[in-house]
């Protein structure tokens, strides 16, 4: 039988012996069970049969982790980690002996962190795109494998949870013929998605649009996509570079990273071209103080600025089992009152759990956003380099959605829960 003990208990984690005859199931992390024999299959039956697990629940990453006493397989799904089992050390090596084969990577390197790339068939006959990275770790190689799957992750824009006026304002944004547009946020919260979905609006055949990726996470039809190799020096700033004499209207580059790249991406907004990139700022007027911190002129930057999209991610509730609760005062929701539909507001909404939801509650993710679109005024605080608060008490005055204001929306229309808002979003965002 598969043994549990005390420690892995509590985390959801079930330990399988070479021989082990019981189910390796994860407990409580809300992902149905793995099969029985799941420690005695083969890397080339377990390895497929657990990528195609992973990919039919929409799970994002799947993690083979070395520990001293084996393997342990996770898996992140809706942004949460989730224990599946650990696997005996052996039979562990060796699937990431044949993650890295089926990936093309140096099977005899494990002192170095690597990264490769797999074209996986499904059984179902669509194709997956896995990225692999590994790196050396005190009790042997940590393997991550990232699961991108074309027909679930490309979205529309009016599938990223935009508020109507946030939708109308991008589209404002989308139409113009130059300018830069920044989405900002953490990792993992969806800022690719939201990128490539204003790629494909904009992808009507009418205007050519180079890319410039690391990695290229999706091929889309009639973009031209070029990816950084750091191997032999080539990055963001001298692609950028390059791809401006390639005569765009439409330019994405992955992420602005350092000074050159933000100077060269501003300088192409402000000569003709329309710029979309990704920032790490923690709110949408934090990327005007990291491109002054980067070393663009704030005359430049003011002139370029179109907008700024800061995002998170929530979970949705499930529409199969969530429950409703009367709200228990009337100001709860009075701040967006003016933008919920009759009927809004009347109840809040949480998590109960069903076999559809696997009992987590919850069964997908919804944006939660604010955006920063550059008035007159804006571009004139800008100009003189005004502190972050002041631009966003000023963008406030204007009429800007905080994180506050879309999170109390979605809670509001039965979107999510309280508590995932307060879960994901910092307190002082809330406050």
Known sequence: M?????????SGRVTASAGSDGPVVQRDGGLPGLPPDIARQEPDKLVPFLVDYAAKLRVSDLFFNANEDGVEVAARHLGLLRHLAVLPAELGRRCVLFIKTMADMNISERRRPMDGRWLFNQQTGSRLDLRINTIPTLYGEDLTLRILDSQHRLLGIDQLGLD???YNNLLRVLNSPSGLMLVTGPTETGKSTTLYACLNHLNNGERKINTIEDPIEYSIRNLRQ??????????FDELLRSVLRQAPNVIMIGEIRDPETAMTAVLAANSGHLVLSTLHAP??????????????????????????IAQRLLR???????VSFRVPGPNLFSEVKQWLEPGQGDYLYGPRGCPECHMTGYS???GVFEMLRVSPDLRTKIDERAASSVVRKKAIEEGMLVFRHSALLKVAQGETSIEEVVRVLPAEYLE
């Open 164 to 166: 109507r006026t946030l």
């Open 316 to 322: 949705t509730l499930c529409p199969k089992c969530k």
């Open 2 to 10: 598969a043994t549990v003990d005390n420690a892995t208990a509590s």
């Open 364 to 366: 997908g993710r919804t």
């Open 283 to 308: 709110v949408s007027t934090g990327a005007v103080e990291s491109l002054l911190r980067l070393g663009v002129h704030p005359h430049l930057l003011s002139n370029s600025l179109l907008g700024v």
């Open 226 to 235: 070029s990816q950084v190799n750091s191997k032999i020096g080539l990055g």
